[in-house]
C-alpha cells in the first residue's frame, strides 16, 4: 500500500477507514457507531466499550504470548536491569490495582502519579487504567507548587509516588516534595502510596501514608474494569500561554486505536519487537511509546532511568539500543545534540552492534539540520522526525515507514499521517499558497487518540483550540508546506517555548518573577540555545528606588523559579533594563527582543512606542554576553 492511498483513504472515508483500524482491537464490545458529533466536538467509537490495560496485557497473554517480554528497565544510574514477561506485567499490574481498589480507587476516580523512571510508574498507570480509573502523571522534576496546581484541578483519590528519583549521581528526595505540595495545595487525597527504595528511605504520615510493599503482602488482585471508548483514560498537563497549566484529556478508545495503527504505521514495529522511547514516564512521549503503544502492539518496551551522556558516557544510546537488539529509538534533539557534544565523532557508537537498529525518531522540539545530518552521518539509519504535541498524543506529521518511507528532507517532519488534514492559514483563516509561512491548523475532526477537552475547562478547550480557525484545530505552532507537500515546522507562534524538549510557559516564568518585590514590570522569552534548543531569558524593570545588584537579583529569581515549576526550566539569566520595549498600546515586543537576542533580522514595527529602547536593551545583552555588538 502506498502512503497516498492510505492518506486519501482516511480523507475520503475516515469512517471506515478507522472502523477497519478499530476492529484490529480485542473490544469488549465492537462500536457500531464511529464518529459523532453536535457540530463542534467530535466522539470516536463512543458506543464501543474496551479496558486499555486488558488490551495492553491480558490480551497478550490469552494469545499466548505471556513469556514474551513486555518491559525492559534499564537503569545505569542504579546499576540495575530487570525484565518483566507480559505475564509478569500482568501480575503485576493487577495486584497494584487491588492495592488501589481496597484504597477506594473506582472508575473515573483520579490518582496522580509523581514518580521517576521505575516499573513501578508503568505498573501504576495501568493498574488505574485496569480499575477503569483516571491517571494524572505529574513529570518528577517539577516542583511541589507544581505538583500542587495539579492535585488542585485533579482532585486525585489517590497520590501514588516513590521515596526519591536520581538524577546521575544525586538523590532527589520526592517525598518531602509531595508533603509540601499537599501543604499548599486544598484539596487533599485519601491516601498516599510511597515505593520505597532503597537508596532513600521517605518518612510516612500515619494515616495517611502507605508502603507499597507492605500493602502488596495483603493484596488482592483485581479485575478488568469496563469502561466506554470515550471515558477519560488520563489527564495530562501541558504548559499553555497562562500560569495555570492544561490538563489534555485522552478517552480510552480513540486512544487504544490511534497509538496501535501508528506503532504499525509510523513506526513499523510487529508484535515481540523492542521498541525504546528515551523520554520520561511524565511526558506524552513517555505515555504514548514506553507505556501504551508498544504494549498494545505486543512489542517489548525499554524504561531507561539515564541520560543520553554521563550515564556514563554518551555511547549511552548506542550501549541500550545493542545490548536489547533495539528496531526503533525514538528521543528528543536534545539529547542527540548532548551526545555530539561529547562525542563528535561517535567514536563510542563503534563498540556496539547496531544491527537491530533500523530507525531513529526524533520529535519534542524542531530537528535542526546539523543534528539531523549528523546523526544520519554516524548512525548510518534513516533518521524520521516528526511533529506532534501533548494534545494530539501521536504523530500529525511523519514519514510514514511502516506504509511507504518516503524521501527526507532536512529539517521537515515530512508529511500528515492519515487521519491528519494540515493546512496553512493566515491570521484571517485563509489557506495560503505553498511555501508561505503562516499557522499550522488541523481540519477537524481531528483522528482517534487527540485531546477530547481539557480537564474542568472544556470553555479553555474551545476557546484555545478551536475558535481561532472555525472548523480547524490552531496548533499553536507556525511553519509551511512545500510543494511536495513536505511540512516544515518552524516554532511556536504564542508564548510557549522548548527546553531540551521539555516545553513551558514564558507566561507562567513571567508570573513568578513579576512576584519578586524588586520588580515593576518583565518580560520572559525564549533564546536559542545550541544545546537545549531554547534558554528563557528574564529581561526586568525595577521598581523606583529599589536597590538591588543584577547578580542578587538574578540569584533570587533563579532560586524563585526553581522552587515553583522546578530545575527543569533552567531559568538562569536574568538582566536589568531601563526601559521594556513595547508597542503605543502597552504591548511587549517579546518577538523584537528574541529577534535581537538570536540575530536575527528584523523590521522596527511603526507601531513601537520608544524606538530608542532598542538599543538601550541591545546593550544590556551586550553587557551579559548575549550578543555582540
Ligand atoms: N527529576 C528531578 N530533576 C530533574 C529531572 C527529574 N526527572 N529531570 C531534569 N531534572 C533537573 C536536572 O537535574 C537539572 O538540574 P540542575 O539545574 O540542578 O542541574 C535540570 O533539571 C535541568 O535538567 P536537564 O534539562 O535534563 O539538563 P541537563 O543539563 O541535566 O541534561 C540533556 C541535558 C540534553 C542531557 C537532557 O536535557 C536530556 O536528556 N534531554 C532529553 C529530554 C527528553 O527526552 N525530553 C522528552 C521529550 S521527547
Ligand atoms: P509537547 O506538547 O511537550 O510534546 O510539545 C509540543 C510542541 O513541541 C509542538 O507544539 C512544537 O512546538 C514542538 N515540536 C514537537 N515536535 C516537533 C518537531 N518534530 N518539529 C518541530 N517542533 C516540534
Not at 495501568?126 to 513529570?139: E, I, M, P, T, W
Request: charged share 20%.
Amino acid at each position: 500500500m502506498s502512503y497516498h492511498t492510505e492518506y486519501q483513504a482516511a480523507c475520503q472515508q475516515p469512517e471506515q477507514f478507522w472502523a477497519d483500524k478499530a476492529s484490529k482491537l480485542a473490544w469488549y464490545k465492537k462500536p457500531q457507531q464511529i464518529l459523532q458529533t453536535d457540530g463542534e466536538q467530535y466522539q470516536w467509537f463512543a458506543d464501543g466499550e474496551l479496558n486499555t490495560a486488558y488490551l495492553a496485557l491480558d490480551y497478550h497473554v490469552e494469545q499466548g504470548r505471556g513469556g514474551q517480554t513486555a518491559l525492559i528497565y534499564d537503569s545505569p544510574v542504579t546499576g540495575s536491569r530487570q525484565q518483566f514477561s507480559y505475564q509478569q506485567l500482568t501480575n503485576e499490574v493487577a495486584l497494584f490495582a487491588g492495592v488501589l481498589k481496597a484504597h477506594g480507587v473506582m472508575k473515573g476516580d483520579r490518582v496522580i502519579i509523581y514518580m521517576p523512571m521505575i516499573p513501578q510508574a508503568v505498573i501504576a498507570m495501568l493498574a488505574v487504567a485496569r480499575l477503569g480509573a483516571v491517571h494524572s502523571v505529574v513529570f518528577g522534576g517539577f516542583a511541589a507548587h507544581e505538583l500542587a496546581v495539579r492535585i488542585d484541578d485533579a482532585s486525585p483519590k489517590v497520590i501514588v509516588s516513590a521515596s526519591c528519583g536520581i538524577e546521575i549521581n544525586r538523590l532527589i528526595a520526592y517525598k518531602p516534595l509531595l508533603d509540601n505540595a499537599l501543604t499548599m495545595a486544598k484539596h487533599q487525597p485519601d491516601s498516599c502510596i510511597i515505593w520505597q527504595r532503597p537508596q532513600l528511605l521517605a518518612d510516612l504520615t500515619t494515616g495517611r501514608d502507605y508502603d507499597w510493599q507492605q500493602l502488596l503482602q495483603t493484596a488482592e488482585p483485581a479485575a478488568c474494569v469496563t469502561v466506554k471508548s470515550t471515558d477519560p483514560l488520563y489527564i495530562l498537563y501541558t504548559s499553555g500561554t497562562t500560569g495555570k497549566p492544561k490538563g489534555v484529556v485522552r478517552d480510552n478508545g480513540g486512544h487504544a486505536v490511534a497509538l496501535h495503527y501508528s506503532m504499525q504505521a509510523i513506526y513499523g514495529m510487529q508484535p515481540g519487537e523492542v521498541f525504546w522511547a528515551a523520554s520520561d514516564v511524565g511526558w506524552v512521549v513517555g505515555h504514548s511509546y514506553i507505556v501504551y503503544g508498544p504494549l498494545l502492539a505486543g512489542c517489548t518496551s525499554v524504561l531507561y532511568e539515564g541520560k543520553p551522556v554521563y550515564t556514563p558516557d554518551a555511547g549511552a544510546f548506542w550501549r541500550v539500543c545493542a545490548d536489547y537488539k533495539v528496531k526503533a529509538l525514538f528521543a528528543a534533539p536534545t539529547a542527540f545534540r548532548a551526545i555530539r557534544k561529547e562525542d563528535p565523532d561517535a567514536t563510542l557508537l563503534q563498540h556496539y552492534d547496531l544491527s537491530a537498529l533500523e530507525r531513529i525518531y526524533m520529535a519534542g522540539e524542531r530537528l535542526d539540520p546539523a543534528t539531523y545530518d549528523w546523526t544520519v552521518l554516524h548512525s548510518n539509519k534513516p533518521v524520521v522526525d516528526h511533529w506532534w504535541q501533548t494534545e494530539t498524543g501521536w504523530a500529525i506529521c511523519a514519514n510514514p515507514a511502516g506504509i511507504e518511507l518516503l524521501p527526507t528532507k532536512a529539517g521537515s517532519a515530512t508529511v500528515p499521517v492519515p487521519g491528519y488534514q494540515v493546512a496553512i492559514l493566515d491570521h484571517n483563516g485563509q489557506a495560503m499558497a505553498a511555501n508561505q509561512q503562516g499557522n499550522i491548523a488541523i481540519k477537524l475532526p481531528l483522528p482517534p487518540g487527540c485531546l477530547t477537552t481539557i480537564w474542568q475547562s472544556p470553555e479553555r478547550y474551545n476557546s484555545g483550540y478551536l475558535r481561532q480557525f472555525p472548523g480547524y484545530y490552531a496548533s499553536g505552532d507556525g511553519g509551511y508546506i512545500d510543494d511536495d507537500g513536505y511540512l516544515f515546522v518552524m516554532g511556536r507562534t504564542d508564548d510557549v517555548i522548548n527546553v531540551a524538549g521539555h516545553r513551558l510557559s514564558t507566561g507562567e516564568m513571567e508570573e513568578i518573577v513579576a512576584s519578586h518585590p524588586a520588580v515593576a514590570e518583565c518580560c520572559v522569552i525564549g533564546l536559542a540555545d545550541a544545546l537545549k534548543g531554547q534558554q528563557p531569558v528574564g529581561f526586568v524593570l525595577l521598581k523606583n528606588g529599589i536597590d538591588i545588584t543584577e547578580a542578587q537579583l538574578q540569584a533570587d529569581l533563579v532560586q524563585l523559579v526553581r522552587e515553583q515549576i522546578g530545575a527543569l526550566a533552567c531559568f538562569k539569566v536574568a538582566l536589568i533594563v531601563p526601559r521594556l520595549p513595547k508597542t503605543r498600546s502597552g504591548k511587549i515586543l517579546r518577538k523584537l527582543l528574541r529577534q535581537i537576542a538570536d540575530g536575527e533580522e528584523y523590521i522596527v514595527p511603526s507601531t513601537i512606542d520608544d524606538p530608542a529602547s532598542l538599543n538601550e536593551i541591545a546593550g544590556c545583552m551586550a553587557k551579559r554576553g548575549l550578543i555582540s555588538l
